[in-house]
């Protein structure tokens, strides 16, 4: 069973606590972004409505991580029951193997117009709003605009666009939108992406159709076929979001939801699986500095690469996967499997890896009044997407096309009309079947290893929730594109025991800087209940926090 939890136990190493609130809860990667969500809320929104006000925030001051070009995948509780949601879009019609060989050799390329899918965010907006939606959509949008008409440049946002220059350079469409200077920002300038909130405000107008058959989608359209991408207009008229079952294990006594395929829900899942299958450090051993615990961070690491192995091998489209593929993620039988594949006391050389390495992406959690919480992430994959960025319209369109394979045997391999394997993974906990915690991470393919690291920071260790997300992280990482995952990355904050006992069993260990971003920025809100009225909403608490490796502050009230 679950160890009680400590929220009276403070840490000098936890650099907040979590906000309390009665009425709702908001959490995300940016202050300004979760003040919006949070404005929503307090209007009479539902936690639908405060999550896509949220996320369309978070497109205009987080742009190098997510936006109207890019994915999204939700887990929905209604007050009775859990609803998955695909927002991913899919490849071209003419998005042949064939014509992509001829195009790029062997081997998608990491940015440009062969990488671009359909944006499938704003479809997800829309269809979320009309099932579970309340204030009208462009009141969901006025935030966001407001933000486009200028917003303050942090000293975050400065350093991240100077970064996105070496990449992209000085004179190009990016630049044009995100650096119309010329120069670098200065801390406190106004930023104010004229094409971004032109877009917003058609959005607002003409509603999620608009980037799908309206004038966005005209637009696109003739962007994007300039650019070279194999995306045409019928792609983004025939685009659908896709209603899913969530998928769920039990780890210690806790139910784990996440999101079914293309979602790398299965692999966070199988890694809680495997991890089950060993005893866990006692719960002094988990605190602010991290688990004090080399054994049980090797386990971790050892799982994950088993766990990645897996997702190269089986996960993909779930029109395209392997039948029974998913039962085997999932399987109690598979987790034994590869638990048993684990030297406690050595690491194991892993399989190469044929999948790139993870980008840019925004995690947000949302809860309400009246028993509803959202746990949506949403993303442009690497760094402000492609590259191909629209200055009419300020838009950045995704490369999560570079995760197809073009090798015919691979089970990810490039098709028409297909959805690609997708590192985004939602999270939420169920005690007695009700939400507990609704958490996730951004950070590719660290992403599931951070959902069970704070997964068992929170039941093994019985962590608050802000505790847990700022506990320093441990990641099972690549040297090379397209590598082995052999690197072992530590945050600094760890004991030094943890990376000398790392180290004895073989692990190339790299230290990171404390709060380092490239280890993920996890999200979680806490539904606290009354034990007199557990049912109740009216009587639950919510207690959010963000992690300290972002721009976010916990929004509650």
Known sequence: MPAPRRHDVPSADVPARPAWGRHGAVVSPHHLASAAGLGVLRAGGTAVDAAIATNAALAVVAAHSCGLGGDAFWLIWDGDALHGLNGSGRSGAAASLAGARAALGDRMPLRGPWTVTVPGAIRSWGDAHARFGRLSWPDLLAPAVELAEGFAASPAWCSIIEGAAGVFGTDSDWARVFRPHGRPWRPGERVAPTGLAASLRRLAGEGPDAAYSGSLARRAAAYLA???????????????????????????????????????????????????????????????????????????????????????????????????????????????????????????????????????????ATADRWGGVVSLIESNYRGFGSGLVDPETGIAYQDRGAFFSLDAAHPNVLAPRKRTMHTLTPGMLFRDGRPWVVHGSMGGEVQPQVFAQVVSALVDGGLDVA??????????????????????????????????????????????APFDRGMGHCHAIELVRDPAAPDDPGRTAFAAATDPRSEGAPSAW
């Open 467 to 512: 505790t847990a997300v700022a506990a320093p992280r441990w990641a099972a990482d690549v040297e090379e594109h397209y590598g082995p995952p052999s690197l072992t990355r530590l945050e600094s904050r760890f004991r030094p025991a943890v990376a000398d006992g790392l180290r004895a069993r073989g692990h190339d260990v790299r230290l990171a």
């Open 226 to 364: 300039l650019s070279g991408a194999p995306l045409g207009a019928g792609d983004l008229a025939d685009h659908r979001s896709t209603w899913t079952e969530p998928i769920r294990t039990e780890y210690r006594g806790v139910v784990a939801a996440s999101h079914p395929p293309n979602s790398c829900g299965p692999i966070a899942l199988e890694l809680l699986n495997v991890l089950e299958r060993f005893d866990p450090p006692p719960p002094e051993a988990f605190d602010g500095r991290g688990v004090d615990d080399p054994r049980w961070v090797h386990l971790g690491l050892e799982a994950a690469r088993l766990t990645l192995a897996d997702r190269d091998r089986l996960l993909t489209d779930p029109e395209a996967m392997a039948p029974g593929a998913l039962d085997e993620f999932l399987s109690a039988d598979r987790a034994s499997a590869l638990a048993a594949r684990i030297d406690p006391e050595r690491a194991t050389p892993p399989v190469p890896m044929t999948l790139p390495r993870g980008g840019g992406t925004v995690y947000l």
